[in-house]
């Protein structure tokens, strides 16, 4: 199966890098010049330094030329997915669509695979997620991710043709599940960079990550979803790189906001949008997201880093 792979940002580029391992695969950037950049010196010094282009990578700012291939790759941020699609893929399309995005659409609360069914229904829709930084993908570094996908024997061709020497995935058909994991553990990031930005210690993070996959299980159990999903690697294995590591955008946020930093409003950190989403997925269900919501009125300045870490800390005594 041929693969193409639409974004050239740092996680786009560094799949497309472990993808040609296999054999050829595309590439596709919307900006003509940063693709000209990227072919004539083989690498993609704006997004992913010191990494070379394998030769078997084609590059691209030909849409047509990339929708070609049997697979696609969607590598773009969450809150743009439905946009590309409508500009970019025509709702007939068949073509086996895999979002490589986290997160929920604020305006809807549709995560990646839902806005793939609504806006090009007769593809087959899926998603790539899990614990991974791009750096360590393109490097060769050993990575595990879950690919989801409702019709499994899809799922099991999809699996063959992007597991790479470095990358190997583990299927489900469980999207919600894998949706819903994906994109709460970086809230819970956030809040972890909070703490640890505060001052409040190693104890505090520990403490917020294991309350913060409680809150990420109740909403998937009340939605419907597996919570024996949110068990593997597109939750908890995602929740623990993500809150643990600088390298994540969503962990480093938090740790700006507990020092008392600016940070820079250009860089994409998707679980601004999603906790505002959750919250407003929320409000009327009844599910307990204490986490959640604090994170969101903390980034929508409704309260400050001290009074919503106490806020936290104040919560009713109850059983585990």
């Known amino acids: 199966m041929s693969v193409s792979v639409l974004g050239a940002g740092a996680f786009g580029t560094a799949l497309a890098i472990s993808l040609a391992q296999k054999g050829a695969v595309t590439l596709w950037g919307r900006n003509p010049d940063h693709v000209v950049e990227m072919q004539a010196n083989r690498t993609n010094t704006a997004r992913l330094p010191g ?4 030769a078997s990578m084609s590059l691209t700012s030909d849409i047509a030329q990339a929708l070609a291939a049997d ?3 969607l590598a773009v941020p969450m809150q743009r997915l439905a946009g590309f699609l409508t500009d970019h893929i025509p709702q007939s399309s068949t073509a086996n669509l895999v979002a490589c995005c986290k997160g929920f659409e604020v305006s809807t609360g549709r995560g990646p695979v839902t806005v793939i069914r609504d806006m090009v229904p007769q593809a087959t829709a899926a998603i790539l997620t899990g614990p991974s930084f791009a ?3 393109a490097r060769g570094l050993p990575t595990a991710l879950t690919l989801a996908c409702a019709d499994d024997a899809a799922c099991q061709k999809l699996q063959q043709a992007l597991t790479t020497q470095n990358l190997r995935l583990y299927r489900t058909t469980d999207t919600q599940g894998a949706e819903l994991g994906g994109a709460l553990k970086n809230v819970i990031a956030i809040a972890c960079g909070v703490a640890i930005g505060a001052g409040l210690g190693q104890s505090a993070r520990a403490a ?3 309350r913060g996959f409680s809150e990420m299980t109740r909403l998937a159990r009340h ?3 597996e919570t024996a999903t949110l068990a593997g690697l597109s939750g ?3 929740l623990v790189l993500t809150c643990t590591s600088e390298q994540s ?3 480093r946020l938090g740790l700006s906001l507990g020092v008392g930093n600016s940070f820079d409003p250009s860089t994409t950190v998707e679980g601004v949008a999603t906790a505002r989403a959750i919250v407003q997925m929320t409000q009327a269900s009844g599910v307990d997201m204490p986490i959640t919501h604090t994170v969101a009125r903390l980034l929508d300045g409704e309260a400050d880093v001290p009074t919503s870490m106490a806020a936290l800390l104040s919560r009713p005594l109850k059983e585990e």
């Open 51 to 54: 990494v070379d282009l394998p």
């Open 71 to 73: 697979v696609i790759l």
């Open 135 to 137: 750096a360590d993908i």
């Open 208 to 210: 917020l990550m294991t």
């Open 223 to 225: 939605l419907g979803a």
């Open 236 to 238: 908890f294995g995602d």
């Open 249 to 251: 955008r969503n962990y």
